[in-house]
């Protein structure tokens, strides 16, 4: 048989690029969010039982009280993780659950739900990715004076030798804190998440501490752990820009990127409190009184990778341009600052963007410029994309699906720029949708939902929503589906 000749070469669809060999997919949650049972086997409550639970701090007066009943129905969410495909499920711990008066001994109770809840993960092929800390703070150790004061840094050096002994057999990637800088600034700061203090010195106080009990845990734990074992810090970085290229809001920017992300990247990665931030705040805090000899080593210690969550960019300039309040809109209203020491900087909403129903402008290029600005400012250092995702108005539909093609065009966008960053030579090692579920969010309650499985809340019904699959053809691929959006 003859072959036919063709001049032209056969079309072929054009090779999607795969993410690195090893590169994690997961979704995450954080336990106030989504366990529910909050008063059973001995847990206690948590600032943010006591904050939820306090008249107009949460929309609707929603509380975490059942949120989604994942303490009650784990199983079929793990089954349901398997299901998508996902290769990692990041959880965090209810302190309160396992200590539940923040000190002392353990409450084996407690402990057991996370033994067999990471039990049930392994057996479904998923990597546990553990978090000690996601804002749940015991209400007892709030009420001996919380962050702000230096002894909370050992209770957690405690809590964090409990957890490890109890999981180090299991768990192999460890996370200290996720963004440390919402429970300081908005927290101690703008008040508008638990404990909901409105104390600019009290919340600086709180962010060098909740530094200092990240470096304590991370010694407990590489103390205590297989040498195998990763740990890290999930940092919510800002990705601040200035307004305009004049040199006060270059200023303002500064401010901005001082209090929000390297008075914690300072301590942790380079040892040392920016200069800059110490000028800012000196008025409120006395540094060098605040940072005990010894301190900064501590918080130093390596971590194997860096987390970082991102979401939106962060818009500056000089309160002149207008603009509106104090930025703590982001997360809840407040006429109090979640920025000690640059309050009079303006906060600006991209124009031209589209938004999600948190109102937060759509930015791939924000991911890809936080992460090649870490990669530049720490090379060397592994990063994981430890959460990122969106809140849509999600409905199901008489034929009972939830379509959110919203939801999968701004993944799509973010999962490009993860892949542009990495080709331009940040070493990430995987990401982690936020959230797996929908959730209780904070100070908005249940009116936001960030899941890619919807929850009915009545029947605590589970529905992958359409990105659901769409993430579980990406994972599936390990690329982008061909084509753009599909
Ligand atoms: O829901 C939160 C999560 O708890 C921490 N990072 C941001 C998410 C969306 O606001």
Redesign the pocket.
């Known amino acids: 048989m003859t072959a036919v000749r063709t001049d032209t070469a056969p079309k072929q669809a054009p090779e999607a690029t795969r993410f690195p060999t090893g590169f994690v997919w997961g979704a995450?949650t954080?336990a106030y969010?989504v366990e529910g049972a909050a008063a059973e086997d001995g847990r206690t409550p948590s600032i943010w039982d006591t904050f939820s639970r306090t008249p107009g701090k949460v929309r609707n007066g929603d509380t975490g009280d059942i949120a989604a009943d994942h303490y009650h129905r784990y199983r079929d969410d793990v089954a349901l993780m398997k299901q998508l495909g996902l290769k990692a499920y990041r959880f965090s711990i209810s302190w309160s659950r396992v200590q539940p008066t923040g000190r002392g001994p353990a409450v084996e109770r407690g402990l057991d739900f996370y033994r067999k809840l990471v039990d049930e993960l392994l057996e479904a092929g998923i990597t546990p990715v553990a978090t000690l800390y996601?804002?749940d703070l015991p209400q007892e150790l709030e009420d001996a004076g919380g962050w702000p004061q230096r002894v909370t840094a050992e209770r957690f050096a405690d809590y964090s030798a409990i957890m490890a002994g109890a999981l180090g057999d299991r768990v192999g990637m460890w996370t200290t804190f996720?963004?440390p800088w919402?429970s300081a600034f908005l927290g101690y700061g703008s008040g508008v998440h638990a404990p909901g203090r409105t104390e600019p010195a009290a919340a600086l106080r709180a962010a060098h501490h909740l530094n200092l009990a990240h470096g304590r845990a991370i010694e407990v734990l590489r103390g205590q752990l297989p040498a195998a074992a990763q740990t890290s810090v999930t940092l919510?970085l800002h990705q601040v820009r200035p307004l305009t290229a004049s040199a006060a809001d270059a200023d303002a920017a500064r401010r901005i990127d001082a209090v929000g992300n390297r008075v914690f990247t300072g301590p942790m990665l380079r040892g040392e409190y920016p200069e800059d931030l110490i000028a800012d705040t000196s008025n409120l805090v006395d540094w060098s009184k605040l940072v005990q000899d010894g301190d900064l080593a501590a918080i130093s210690r390596p971590v194997d990778v860096l987390g970082v969550?991102y979401?939106t960019p962060t818009l500056v300039s000089t309160p002149e341009k207008g603009g509106g309040g104090s930025g703590s809109d982001v997360?809840g209203a407040s006429d109090f600052s979640p920025w000690p020491g640059s309050e009079h900087v303006a906060f600006h909403l991209a124009e031209g963007k589209e938004r999600t129903a948190?109102n937060w402008s759509i930015d791939p290029n924000g991911l890809y410029d936080l992460l090649m600005d870490v990669t530049r400012d720490h090379p060397g250092l592994p990063l994981m994309v430890t959460?990122n995702?969106a809140?849509f108005d999600d409905y199901v539909s008489p034929e009972g699906r939830v379509e959110d093609p919203e939801r999968i065009s701004y993944l799509h966008g973010h999962l490009d720029a993860v892949q542009r960053a990495v080709a331009d030579g940040a070493d990430v090692r995987g990401y982690f949708l936020?959230?797996l579920m929908d959730?209780f969010?904070?100070a908005?309650g249940y009116s936001?939902r960030?899941g890619t499985v919807y929850v009915d809340y009545a029947s605590q019904r589970r529905i992958p929503k359409s990105s659901a699959y769409w993430y579980a053809d990406v994972i599936r691929r390990h690329a982008l589906p061909p084509g753009g959006l599909s």
């Open positions: 995450a954080a969010q996601h804002w996720n963004e919402c919510n969550n979401y997360h948190m959460e995702g809140a936020w959230s959730n969010e904070w908005y936001k960030f």
